[in-house]
Antibody
Framework: HLVQSGAEVKEPGASVKVSCMASGYTFTSYGIGWVRQAPGQGLEWMGW????????NYAQRLQGRVILTTDRSTSTAYMELRNLRSDDTAMYYC???????????????WGAGTTVTVSS | EVVLTQSPGTLSLSPGQRATLSCRASQTIGTNFIAWYQQKVGQAPRLLIH???SRATGIPDRFRGSGSGTDFTLTITRLEPDDFAVYYC??????????FGRGTKLDLK
C-alpha cells in the first residue's frame, strides 16, 4: 500500500517534493520507482531508489533536476523535482519496484498519484 | 538505450474477441525483462506480466505474454468489458534504465 501526498501547484522555476508512504511490507526489501504522466500522454519512467542501500537510477533527461530520497524510519520515499517548467505538469506516481539492489525492475504496487501543476 | 515500439496505436475490438498487442525492441533483449501494464482512465497502472510471460499476482489467465529477442506480445483471449484500457510495455533491469513504450489503446468497437 502506497499513499502519496496531495496535489501541488507551483510556479516555473520552483521545486516540488512529493512523498510516498509505504505500508504492509518491509520497506527495505523493495525499491521505489517514480513514473510521471503528462495530461493525455504515456508513462515516463523518472527514476528508482533502493531504500536498502540508497542506490539510485535516474532517467537521463531528468538527471540533475530530480532527487530521490527515502526515510527508513517512516517508510517514506520522496521525489524532489527542481527548476520546474510548464512541461513538468503531470500526474506523478510512486510504485513498489521488485528490486532493492542495483537496477530498477518492474513495479507491482502503485500509489494513486499526485498531480503537480506548473503555472505562473 | 532500448526503444520500445508498440503497435497498433489503437485497437478496436468487441467483447469476446481476441486482442494481440505488439511491443518491438530496438535491440535484442536477452534477459526477456519485459513487463506489461494496464491503465484504465483515471487510474494508476497495474502490473499484468513480468519476465515477458509470467502473470502477476491475481491476473487472470486470459492475459498471456510471449516473445523473445526483439518481439514481444500481449494476448488477451476472450475480451471482457473491463479489459478496454491502455496497455504499456516496459523494459527493465538495465543500465541505462529502461523506458516504457508509448502504449496501445484497446477501444470498444
Amino acid at each position: 500500500h502506497l499513499v502519496q501526498s496531495g496535489a501541488e501547484v507551483k510556479e516555473p522555476g520552483a521545486s516540488v517534493k512529493v512523498s510516498c508512504m509505504a505500508s504492509g511490507y518491509t520497506f527495505t526489501s523493495y525499491g521505489i520507482g517514480w513514473v510521471r504522466q503528462a495530461p493525455g500522454q504515456g508513462l515516463e519512467w523518472m527514476g528508482w531508489i533502493s531504500p536498502y542501500n540508497g542506490n539510485t537510477n535516474y532517467a537521463q533527461r531528468l538527471q540533475g533536476r530530480v532527487i530521490l530520497t527515502t526515510d527508513r524510519s517512516t517508510s517514506t520515499a520522496y521525489m524532489e523535482l527542481r527548476n520546474l517548467r510548464s512541461d513538468d505538469t503531470a500526474m506523478y506516481y510512486c510504485a513498489r519496484d521488485i528490486s532493492s539492489g542495483l537496477f530498477s525492475y518492474y513495479m507491482d504496487v502503485w500509489g494513486a498519484g499526485t498531480t503537480v501543476t506548473v503555472s505562473s | 538505450e532500448v526503444v520500445l515500439t508498440q503497435s497498433p496505436g489503437t485497437l478496436s475490438l468487441s467483447p469476446g474477441q481476441r486482442a494481440t498487442l505488439s511491443c518491438r525492441a530496438s535491440q535484442t533483449i536477452g534477459t526477456n525483462f519485459i513487463a506489461w501494464y494496464q491503465q484504465k482512465v483515471g487510474q494508476a497502472p497495474r502490473l499484468l506480466i513480468h519476465g515477458a510471460s509470467s502473470r502477476a499476482t491475481g491476473i487472470p489467465d486470459r492475459f498471456r505474454g510471449s516473445g523473445s529477442g526483439t518481439d514481444f506480445t500481449l494476448t488477451i483471449t476472450r475480451l471482457e468489458p473491463d479489459d478496454f484500457a491502455v496497455y504499456y510495455c516496459q523494459h527493465y533491469g538495465t543500465s541505462p534504465p529502461g523506458t516504457f513504450g508509448r502504449g496501445t489503446k484497446l477501444d470498444l468497437k
